[in-house]
């Protein structure tokens, strides 16, 4: 099993930036795939981003693609979504999860592991 905490939330202007970072500790990070989601109130959870185990691939939602950068450090034990140019519609509580599968994927039902989310706000 792996453990996820995620920081790095918090207020911040449209337009602004801020970094997500997620720590995992458990089995060894790198034979996870990980992935990032967030959920607005009254909305279902959407994916945003995923990188593979070694971080040669990444996968992002349409509307991030640009914006939202991921990356793992697997000596740190650690996955971090740069996340620039923010908008309001960013504004949700933001997951991190993991997974053992040897592909790819941006269904959450894949994932088995969650942190307990960290809230992001993007003021207009």
């Known amino acids: 099993q792996v453990q996820l905490v995620e920081s790095g939330g918090g207020l911040v202007q449209a337009g602004g930036s801020l970094r997500l970072s997620c720590a995992a500790s458990g089995r060894p990070f790198s034979f996870y795939g990980m992935g990032w989601f967030r959920q607005a109130p009254g909305k279902e959870r959407e994916f945003v981003a995923a990188?593979?185990?070694?971080?040669?691939?990444?996968l992002y939602a349409d509307s991030v693609k640009g914006r939202f950068t991921i990356s793992r450090d697997n000596a740190k034990n650690t996955v971090y979504l740069q996340m620039n140019s923010l908008k309001p519609e960013d504004t949700a509580v933001y997951y991190c999860?993991?997974?053992?599968?040897?592909?790819?994927?941006?269904?959450?039902?894949?994932?088995?592991?969650w942190g307990q989310g960290t809230q992001v706000t993007v003021s207009p």
């Open positions: 990188i593979s185990k070694s971080a040669v691939n990444t």
């Open positions: 999860a993991a997974h053992a599968l040897s592909m790819m994927t941006m269904s959450p039902s894949n994932y088995p592991y």
